[in-house]
């Protein structure tokens, strides 16, 4: 049974059914562990949705956790990691702790037998990329990263649908924009740049994931990259601004921006965008707000193609189906939710894409006029 | 006297007065030389609005100057283009010829003591670049481009004010997106990487001009770009897609994508966008079509800053003053409209672009899958 959307002028869109469990209560059991990212919310609430049962929390941070568990009263606090990686009912440890010490977390779940679910970026250095992979490998365990721009976005999945079906024909170009908005009360490790990685490993690692994904390549190289620091003086390894160009192995080609300059008065976090460039039309994704609407909307998707133009919001039409995915892949042990080649490889080119950035600083950052 | 221009929530703008012809009849007299592109009805229109007489029209192809008389029919064929340079009344010769001419007309114009006014792009080698240059210097006379995208556009017009009254605050990032429909009825030089120079150097123009402009930068290097024929086989020398990234002198970092894809499904010839990043807030021009409007909407500026997101419609609202100024900037011999170094600047770019995109194009003009 389908639901058919349908845009102003009248184009209707057959879609799947929305995602519904993919299993029974308690057959599939996860911990959260490593709180610092919000992100952890997000990954949390998308796994129980698809049918996971949440057990346990664990992070050094007392309040981090106190706050989890009362957004999640079903949540048992840990009294240390340990107690987590020794629980054999558990069958995946869910982390968003400082990017920096995801990936010696995710070494301990792995040896642990357990499968690792990791907000982006999933890690920070060619090191502990080699060291994940290796250890992906001898354990069979998998190491699946919450690429939440494109995994937890139904604006994604409706535009991922109609690049499916050949709406646009080939994808030959994307772009992606991230805005982000600072805040006022970020934690002393967002501002370090060996705890991030920097603003291309970190927010760039959405961008470089989807590249991937929505132009259908395996591999790709960066072909330039910059960072700056525009206005943050106060913060002098803080990148409040990256952006990036990428030619896929198939050749399509990509760009993105991310920066830290959303604007007070947006009304959300800010302004994502992704457009797609086909041979046949284009699409383009207004995931977080759309300020071309006077209500408040997420999952704007824009669609031109040779019939006419078409708009479409995609909240509650389409879902997430990842999480479903990801849930059966580690019961089933198959990779129909993410590839852990495709995982690995948006981490290796958002490293790729910083180190270019950090060589080029000379040119690329530039300070204030 | 203003006209208050206010956005559906409220946000008034005390806009200037729309422009108004500079001369009286008769003062400044041009006539119009090489007619290969349709800019020339706009740039014709230009200066027409602004005052200026137009008096004679010279194409070797007899059916483009018949097509032009219709459309002006106050103008006077030529019998040849001498006829025109030896007119002391002629104060300018404006130029769509095939870009591959637009320098060696440029130079014949300015020996003649005449101001040159071309299409962009207004050459297409370095070596013409040097030419031109030379001659400017040397005779004193001007070679202004029509960078329509910008000069004649009212969505440009409302942006350049906003960012001058400090609405995004410091402008640290543009992007711009300039795709075009190839529609079925082209002459063989549009095929001709020879006449047209290139993707980079034809349509990137207005690109590479808008940077500058936007970014209140004098100088700016090519940090990389591309070029590829990803679907017209038939033309292989072709480019129907390039895109560049630059770095202003000032540090303001820039983007720009160019294409034929256009699909048969948009209202207009093609979607360009504009987009400036400022520490304040940003701004969006849609300028030829705004897909998000249920109505036929051109020059859309969409403006974020601390206080809300605001919309506006730009078209009959403020004008395009560059006419206007080229106007009296040729009868004062002033800079007003466009410095000539700004409108080499831009072209040198668009050469450095293309030049760049030719050697990488292993790498980044990419076959069929």
Known sequence: MTTPLVSPEGRALDLPPRPTPVI?????????????????????????????????????????????????????????????????????????????????????????????????????????????????????????????????????????????????????????????????ARPGWFYSKARTGGILCDIGSHQLEQFLHFTGAERACITSARRANYAHPDHPEFEDFGDCTATAANGATGYFRVDWFTPAGLRNWGDGRTFLLGTEGYIEMRKYIDITAPEMVENTVLWVDGEGEHRFNATGQVGCPFFGRLIRDCLDRTETAMTQAHAFAAAELCLQAQAIADRSAAQAAPGRP
Chains 1, 2 share one sequence.
Do not use: N
């Open 24 to 184: 029974r209560p308690g057959e599939f059991r996860f911990a959260a562990a490593g709180l610092a990212h919000g992100h952890i919310y997000g990954m949390t609430r998308g796994l129980l949705e698809a049918g996971a049962t949440l057990t346990a929390v664990w992070d050094e941070d007392p309040a981090l956790v106190a706050g989890f568990c009362r957004a999640f009263p079903q949540v048992r606090p840990a009294r240390c990691l340990d107690e987590l990686l020794d629980d054999p009912a558990l069958a995946l440890v869910a982390s968003a702790a400082v990017p920096a010490d995801r990936c010696g977390l995710g070494l301990r779940v792995m040896e642990a037998g357990k499968d690792y679910f990791v907000d982006k970026a999933p890690l920070t250095s060619l090191d502990q990329l080699a060291a994940a992979r290796t250890a992906a490998a001898r354990t069979g365990r998998k190491y699946m990263v919450y690429y939440s721009e494109r995994l937890h976005s139904e604006a994604a999945t409706l535009a991922d649908w109609l690049v499916g079906r050949g709406a646009i024909g080939r994808v030959i170009h994307m772009e992606g924009f991230g805005p982000h908005r600072l805040g006022a």
